[in-house]
């Protein structure tokens, strides 16, 4: 074809050279993206691919709603609790339920700490491998690894002798030729551009970060039980808390408070003094590289989290900024609302299911799903085996959902952005900082390093805002107040016959919606929007192009044998399928080429 | 194969001391619930023995039992994975993608035939031609079959590769299907959980590192050191059980005083799983003792036995138990009666275990599979 603009501002051109990854790995769930590349080996069109759905949401149907947070929090274990919290704010909201402050609290620590953890690994264990070449640490010197550590952080792990324990360690372990997780990579690639010393310090930081994570998740097994999948409950937490009467062990207790506010302690210091110096440095080294901005500089949406009050989440009391930019315009923030029919809709004619109308999209109370597994006329290959997929028709298992019609991106840059654009200054402080420290402009922020440094700071704030938190709920506790859930509704027969309701919160990926319709005590139709259905998005029906494939275009690929920098871009939304690929019927349909046995 | 090393040659390399190595392997004989005796025989197994290569599979699923994987404490994951298998293939952590990946699977199957392990995380979709599930632009389904054909070994990581779990549940819309019902040919161990506890996952693999051999599985499959016996035969919480002190709302006074969750819909009773005595991240805590009643997450069919709230009176295997329900109610003047009645249940089960007739209650509304 000749090459074709979408009516959100991108050229294509899928006359070149078709490259196709499939798997892309470091990510949740199953993906595939396909490329074509022009005679200079820079990307022309993008096509980007959800390969696995599981139909949660059909299962849900007829169920509890009290069950629901159970169901839903196994959309994701790598975001786990998100999709729990926003389940539950759902059934809250179709039934009106009022929550005790302490649960509120409680509630925002969990999220909190899901952010904490969430970026931390996604940093160092799903995206630093493409920024960070773990082989040519072995030609580093480790008393220069040793001062840069030094230069950049008080982090006590930081000696020549440490760097030169790791380097010894790394040495032998690429030597005996057993490379486990980092076989056949693209070790030495062009694209690799930090010195050995860094890429040294990076790995070290790799195998600590693997160690403390596992530390940052005992907040969830405090207030949860476990980690990944910790319990929640419609109505507040299901941890009492009991500070000094008879039992107080089988409950939320001083020694439980004190782990957890140890815990708050360490993830700050790990992160101000390991994450951020470690993004600072790396990124210093990558600043020419400003590819992957995609929708990020036009269009971006947040539905905003963590709500400083109880059972208020309208904007002054959600800490995370909230809003949507379009055409990017930094000056114009849009609310949203999500009950709106007119805003959120999801569009199907390029996704695995079928619509009776596909001209249209439909609002998530409204929502349809029927799959519908076909491959157009120019894919290549067979129905399970396929060579190419055909973008100009059904290509993936994700839908395309659009506000007022457009394709926006989620997430944390997207977090960042509106509230820099609302000139909040723990948003905006933070930014200016970074930019200054690095010498790039703010339109530096709309790149794929961008995404990544948004991330990071989002993590430092996560952090921070853990302690106020924990402060808080002392200070609840201090005054009187232990209670944690209201049962107030908790019998179903205290229930309206019918209710609908809509939970939203901010994954650590982006904007995640949850929209409820419930019939005679059960679930009639249940429906997820999750930020990974947002940024990989297949096009819609006039065309628009969603963030995944918008922040492929114009990347130049050195080897397109070794596709570094798509993983690179791609990694810097931290994709989550399991996540995207969801999908409800709506009340009284069948789905169709089911087997139900 | 000259450069298949020892798992002790390895962890020297290292830079590790023998002595640090030595006092991983008593850790080691300890999280598996061995004797101190134990710890000199797994450092002589790890001294002699290669590191097995790992192929580890994505389904449906939701990356839980990784992200639970990572969480180990002891042993570390850094050292399962840099020191004590080899973790050739995870798309979840592996560093490279698309055919640089693929290729991965066809070099150890056949550098290493019959002696890798398959891990598999998640199940394969049948519906459709196994099209709700691609890698590489085929079902995940025909992946899973060629790498288990050549493995010495499954294991079938959390309640989705053992039982089918939540994409499963009713009406399980893509016919998701556990490992077992497609791979027949290989030795499968299922260490069931939604997820599973970190510990359990990595003291499966410690074993069969250390002692050459797959554990000692029960009817099921599941290694019968940490799935023999139910959360409720080991929870902490069970003398409130056994003296009729139960929650009877959420955050009530008993509830704040940590008495039994029974009432709440806890399934305990009829869960086999170690989250009582192993714990949870280190042995934090576990879901009983953070409030919440066990939802049954190891259980087959768990999703489709009604509400996690639903009291656990109507199940059958649940016998006279059932009746303290009742005895619950009118509380102290018939502890001595409630624990009789217990005991008396305890040793019905027991007789019925010895006889095989039954090792877990049935699951009445789970989907089946065929």
Redesign the interface.
């Given at each position: 074809m000749a090459t074709v603009s979408t009516p959100n501002g991108f050229s294509l051109d899928n006359a070149g050279r078709r490259v196709v990854v499939d798997p892309v790995t470091r990510i949740e769930g199953h993906m595939r993206v396909e490329v074509n590349l022009d005679s200079d080996n820079v990307i022309r069109n993008a096509v980007s691919t959800g390969t696995m759905w599981r139909g949660l949401e059909v299962i849900l149907k007829g169920r509890d709603p009290r069950d629901a947070w159970a169901f839903t929090e196994r959309i994701c274990g790598v975001c786990t609790g998100t999709h729990a919290l926003t389940s539950v704010r759902a059934v809250e909201n179709a039934l009106d339920i009022k929550i005790p402050e302490n649960a509120n609290t409680i509630r925002n620590i969990m999220q909190l700490t899901l952010q904490v953890h969430d970026h931390l690994v996604h940093f160092y264990h799903l995206h630093a491998l493409d920024w960070v070449d773990v082989v040519s640490g072995l030609k580093a010197d480790p008393k220069a690894t040793s001062e840069l550590a030094q230069s950049i952080s008080p982090w006590p792990k930081s000696s020549p002798g440490y760097f030169r324990d790791i380097q010894a360690r790394l040495r032998k372990f690429v030597e005996s030729g057993q490379l486990g997780p980092f076989k056949n990579a693209y070790w030495g690639h062009p694209a690799y551009k930090l010195p050995p010393e860094a890429n040294l310090m990076a790995t070290a930081h790799y195998l600590e970060a693997l160690d403390f994570q596992k530390e940052i998740v005992k907040i969830h097994t405090v207030y949860g039980g476990k980690n990944p999948h910790p319990n929640w409950l419609v109505g507040g937490v299901p941890c009492p808390i009991n500070i000094d009467g008879t039992g107080g062990v089988g409950a939320i207790n001083m020694e439980r408070l004190n782990l957890v506010s140890s815990i708050i302690d360490q993830s700050i210091e790990f992160v101000n003094q390991v994450y951020i110096p470690d993004l600072i440095a790396i990124a210093g080294f990558y600043k020419d590289w400003l590819y992957g901005g995609g929708l990020s500089s036009t269009s971006l949406m947040s539905y905003g989290d963590i709500p400083e009050r109880a059972n208020d989440y309208g904007d002054k009391s959600l800490l995370l900024p909230r809003g949507v930019i379009l055409n990017g315009k930094l000056d114009e923030i849009h609310e949203i609302d999500l009950g709106a029919p007119d805003q959120v809709q999801e569009f199907v004619n390029h996704s695995w299911y079928k619509y009776a109308d596909e001209s249209k999209g439909l609002h998530p109370w409204d929502g349809v799903t029927e799959p519908n597994y076909v491959l157009g006329p120019n894919a290549k290959g067979t129905k399970t085996r396929i060579e190419a997929l055909d973008e100009g028709a059904k290509y993936s298992w994700i839908k395309s959902p659009r506000w007022k019609g457009h394709a926006v991106e989620v997430g944390p840059l997207a977090r960042y952005v509106i509230g820099y654009a609302q000139n909040k200054p723990e948003f905006k402080e933070p930014v200016d900082q970074l930019l200054k420290a690095l010498d790039v402009p703010v339109a530096a922020l709309f790149s794929t390093l961008g995404r990544t440094a948004a991330r990071g700071l989002e993590c430092a704030w996560a952090a921070e805002k853990l302690r106020y938190f924990q402060d808080k709920l002392v200070k609840t506790i201090k005054a009187g107040d232990q209670s944690t859930a209201n049962t107030a509704k908790w019998d179903p027969s205290s229930w309206p016959k019918s209710a609908k309701g809509v939970g939203f919160t901010e994954a650590p990926r982006g904007a995640l919606g949850h929209w409820i319709r419930i019939e005679n005590t059960k679930i009639a139709n249940y429906q997820a929007v999750v930020p990974t259905t947002w940024n990989g998005s297949p096009r819609d029906t006039k065309g628009n192009i969603g963030a995944f494939e918008a922040s492929l275009l114009d990347t130049p690929m050195a080897d397109p044998e070794q596709p570094l920098e798509i993983l690179r871009t791609l990694h810097s939304f931290d994709p989550c399928l399991a996540c995207s690929t969801h999908v409800m019927a709506p009340d009284g349909q069948e789905v169709t080429k089911v087997t139900v046995r | 194969m000259a450069?298949?090393?020892t798992f002790y040659d390895?962890i020297r390399?290292?830079?590790i001391s023998r002595r640090s190595f030595l006092k991983f392997c008593s850790l080691t004989a300890a999280s598996l619930g061995l004797a101190p005796a134990f710890g000199p025989r797994i450092a002589h197994a790890m001294e002699t023995k290669p590191?097995i290569?790992v192929l580890w599979l994505?389904g449906?699923?939701?990356?839980?039992?990784?992200?639970?994987f990572?969480?180990?404490?002891h042993p570390?994951?850094?050292d399962v994975?840099?020191s004590m298998?080899?973790?050739?293939y995870?798309?979840?952590?592996?560093?490279?993608?698309?055919h640089?990946?693929?290729?991965?699977l066809d070099e150890i199957r056949h550098e290493y035939k019959g002696r890798y392990i398959a891990a598999v995380e998640g199940n394969p979709?049948l519906?459709?031609?196994?099209?709700?599930?691609?890698?590489?632009?085929?079902?995940?389904v025909e992946q899973l079959r060629e790498v288990c054909s050549d493995a010495m070994a499954v294991i079938s990581w959390g309640s989705c590769a053992s039982w089918g779990?939540?994409?499963a549940?009713?009406?399980?819309?893509?016919?998701?299907t556990p490992v077992h019902e497609v791979i027949t040919d290989k030795p499968i161990i299922k260490v069931p959980g939604?997820?599973p506890i970190?510990e359990v996952m990595t003291g499966v693999v410690s074993y069969i590192l250390t002692f050459d051999k797959i554990p000692e599985l029960d009817r099921q499959g599941r290694p019968k050191m940490f799935y023999s016996q139910r959360i409720h035969d080991k929870c902490y919480?069970r003398p409130h059980f056994d003296a009729g002190q139960f929650v009877e709302?959420?955050?009530d006074e008993q509830?704040?005083?940590?008495?039994c969750l029974y009432k709440m819909g806890c399934k305990g009773p009829t869960t086999y799983n170690a989250?009582s005595t192993t714990r949870?991240?280190?042995g934090?805590?576990?879901?009983?003792?953070?409030?919440?009643g066990c939802?049954g997450?190891s259980e087959d069919g768990f999703?489709d036995n009604g509400?996690?709230?639903d009291r656990l009176t109507n199940v059958k295997q649940f016998g006279i138990e059932a009746n303290a329900d009742q005895i619950g109610g009118t509380v102290a003047g018939v502890i001595g009666t409630g624990i009789a009645a217990h005991a008396a249940v305890s040793a019905v089960k027991r007789a019925r275990m010895k006889s095989g007739e039954t090792q877990a209650p049935p699951h009445p509304n789970a989907?089946?599979h065929?």
């Open positions: - | 450069r298949v090393e390895v390399r290292q830079g590191r290569p994505h449906l699923e939701c990356t839980c039992c990784s992200e639970s990572i969480r180990s404490a570390l994951v850094k994975v840099l298998i080899s973790l050739d995870d798309d979840t952590i592996m560093a490279a993608a698309g640089q990946a693929e290729a991965i979709p519906n459709e031609d196994g099209m709700y599930c691609i890698v590489g632009g085929r079902p995940f779990c939540v994409q549940a009713h009406p399980n819309p893509t016919r998701a939604c997820p970190a919480r709302q959420w955050d509830a704040q005083k940590g008495h989250c949870w991240n280190g934090v805590s576990f879901p009983i003792q953070s409030g919440h939802i997450c999703w509400s996690f709230y989907p089946s065929d």
